[in-house]
């Protein structure tokens, strides 16, 4: 959002937000839902899937640092995408994790917007985009293949453990059965 600012000075910095966040929230809760439905429900172990639902047990117990948690995610410049996939891993309302996550984007966006169009006015930049549309590409794609193995880490980690002994442990794998698989 920087870069369209500082590229398009002149802009409504507070529609552009508000759009922009729309369309952040509405693609990861797609993402988060997306993620319930094919890994929770189909690619994941009974086990595997008690143990994220630890998570779910400690941020309903705790909605007031949950939501201020995500507000303050959703302020940084982090990407997110990685957390609505895991957050679909549990089962808990998505609304829950979008609201804080909208508000904190349309906030940071017109911050980043503004501050980016103020910059663009004062040094009269004239920004070519396709020159720089590879930066932030590479940029993009390399922190989403970076963060595959976070979303592997977070169904690993023992969250019974964590919450109730405070104890950061990884989940043994499944043994697989030495018995020779069912004919039919």
Known sequence: MSFVGFAIPNNNFVLLSFVAAIAATSGRVVL????????????????????????????ERRPALTFGTFL????????????FIAYGLTSLPIGFLSLPFFVGRLASYAFW?????????WLD????????????????????????????????????????????????????????PPRG
Do not use: C, M
């Open 32 to 59: 988060a839902n997306f993620s319930r439905a094919l890994v929770r429900r189909r690619w994941l172990s009974e086990e595997t899937r008690r143990n994220v639902d630890a998570i779910r047990i400690g941020i």
């Open 72 to 83: 303050g995610y959703a302020l940084s410049p982090l990407p997110s995408n990685y957390l």
């Open 113 to 121: 917007i503004r501050t980016a169009s103020a910059v663009g006015d």
């Open 125 to 180: 930049a004239d920004v070519d985009w396709f020159k720089s549309a590879p930066y932030f590409v590479a940029y993009y794609l390399i922190s989403q293949l970076l963060l595959f193995p976070a979303i592997y880490a977070f169904t690993r980690i023992d969250w019974h453990a964590l919450f109730a002994k405070r104890r950061l442990k990884w989940l043994e794998r499944p043994k697989l059965s030495d018995d020779p």
